[in-house]
């Protein structure tokens, strides 16, 4: 009996590969420390130590820890620690000892459900969905913002940590297309695509957030009236924000692009403008004299905010063929002089005509933050590294290219990129048939072998490492530290094989292969809409929305709502 006794006693203190836990205490090994939770009456007092266990003697920490709270009875000890060490912590009058595991795992600090917070369900005949997401960036623990808007112009801001509601309000009854908050989260920046394409900035400053100023885009790229005003799909036809950005002091950058049609004919139209954050007023505009007749496809900056580089395209249903030689069917890569807006240099990007008449992009352009590189994607599977200063490439690769398999070509997907100073991201995704390429199959009988994968290339070309994709990916983000990678996963499909929906995350500074970058994956039940993924400035921790799918059997999984986590 005294030996059962003693073994269950010694259990209490087992130290477990993740997290180690006794009756008032657990410990949880997270990505930048470890989150302490107490079950103790009195909650987690400052009266908390951890030391470095070594040959039996505890050694103090050569940093103190840093503290964060999250609610009564959890904190966030902060430190680095290291992988098979000894760790002693000390709460309460209770002392534990805990070895570090080899690598983090995820922690959910909170989710945030969004029907109530955001009037979702305020139409039952057509629900509002969230629609985008932003980060702000306090200078002290829990200053932090996170903002979430609908596709009917419900907004709210929250404190991420705490999930405490610091405002919320409806701008319009437009659809939310892009936040962005200033660097110091005083402001934010909110883009509408809606009749008049508003663009607001609202001054956070005050014990009620007051709107400093708004912009009209649709004087310069033109308004519409979609053919059919009620479809949920309506949106599409007016003009909004594509890309938004913020630059150190405040300022903010915005691509707002207008794609619609008058007497079935495809019109379109482009500005890129700086604002002056004060103001309002345009400090400039790209093209200086009118808007573009292309489609401003996304853009990037600089960590400096001196250049931006941006890709435009004549959209996917221009009219040619695929013999046309007058540049009709290029696609643009601009590089621009951020603080006046002017050219720098443009590269043309020709066709690859034996299968497209015209180049298009999704998302595929990035620039290192030191701002002497830049990635870019073609929505035909070209990947391409240019030095910031010269218009020739440096490196070119078929990534995901047309490979015939029975006759016929698949391709497969390759907008989503991003970049670190030590390596250009191309991740590429589903395969598929182009429309046009068809010849009477509808699905791809195979998968295409470079698909669902998260390459990282240096910046002369060479291929460092990759990871498979579990499914489509639905957005990258890279802290600004260059430290850690986000990278969201998800399919709006019914079938439940393909239903993994999730977020993995990866050090980009560990040494070796994408087996020793890649960290865990955070599980969610519901699928993961494109663009609503956000990770703090130092990487400490990630947002991201979910929403709910419907299985055939009708049965509903997933919740509208935000998910917190380290």
Known sequence: ????????????????????????????????????????????????????????????????????????????????????????????????????????????????????????????????????????????????????????????????????????????????????????????????????????????????????????????IETSTPSNPDSVYAWVNYPGPACMRTLANGDLLVASVHSWKENDIPLKKSQLYRFDSETGNVIWKWPHDSATSKIIRWFDVSADGKTLGLVTDSGHNLQGSPTDENGVGNGKLVVLNTADGIEKWHADIEPLREYFAQVTFWRGVSISPSGKFINLTTDDGRAFIFDVNKSEPIWQENLTTPLEVSGIPIV??????????????????????????????????????????????????????QWQLENMPQGLRIDEKDRYAALSVSKRTQDPNESLHGVSVFDLTAEGGGLSKYL??????????????????????????????????????GKNRVHVLY
């Not at 620690?81 to 000894?86: A, E, H, K, L, Y």
């Not at 130092?538 to 999984?557: H, N, S």
Request: hydrophobic letters at 40%; aromatic letters at 10%.
């Open 520 to 557: 865990y994956t955070y599980r969610t039940e519901g699928q993961l809409p494109y663009d609503t993924l956000a990770i703090s400035a130092d990487g400490a921790f990630i947002v991201v929305v979910e929403v709910p799918i419907t299985l055939p059997d009708e049965t509903v999984r």
């Open 1 to 220: 009996m005294n030996r059962i006794l003693l073994f269950s006693l010694l259990c209490l203190f087992f130290v477990l590969p993740i997290s180690i836990a006794t009756a008032d205490m657990s410990v949880t090994w997270v990505r930048t420390g470890v989150v302490i939770e107490t079950e103790h009456k009195e909650g987690i007092s400052d009266k908390i130590s951890v030391a470095r266990v070594f040959d039996g003697t505890t050694h103090e920490l050569a940093k103190v820890p840093t503290i964060q709270q999250l609610d009564t009875h959890r904190i966030l000890l902060q430190f680095t620690w290291q992988p098979n060490q000894d760790y002693q912590f000390h709460l309460n009058d209770h002392l534990i000892t805990a070895t570090a595991p080899l690598k983090p795992v995820s922690y959910l600090i909170r989710t945030v459900e969004l029907d109530a917070l955001l009037s979702l369900m305020e139409s039952l005949r057509q629900p509002a969905k969230p629609t985008a997401v932003a980060l702000g960036h306090g200078g002290a623990p829990n200053t932090e913002k996170l903002a979430v808007a609908t596709d009917s112009g419900h907004l709210a801001v929250l404190q991420p940590i705490t999930g405490e509601t610091l405002w919320k309000t409806r701008i319009s009854e437009g659809y939310v297309r892009r936040m962005a908050f200033s660097s110091d989260g005083s402001l934010l920046y909110v883009g509408e695509q809606a009749a008049d394409g508003l663009i607001y900035c609202y001054d956070l400053t005050a014990e009620k957030p007051i709107l400093r100023w708004k912009y009209r885009t649709a004087d310069d």
């Open 412 to 465: 497969a997907t390759s907008g989503t990129i991003g970049a670190t100073d030590a390596a250009a991201l191309f991740v590429t995704g589903d395969t598929y048939i182009p429309y046009h390429l068809r010849k009477g199959a509808q699905k791809p009988s195979a998968g295409h072998p470079n698909g669902m994968t998260l390459f990282a290339y240096s910046w002369s070309g060479e291929k460092i490492w």
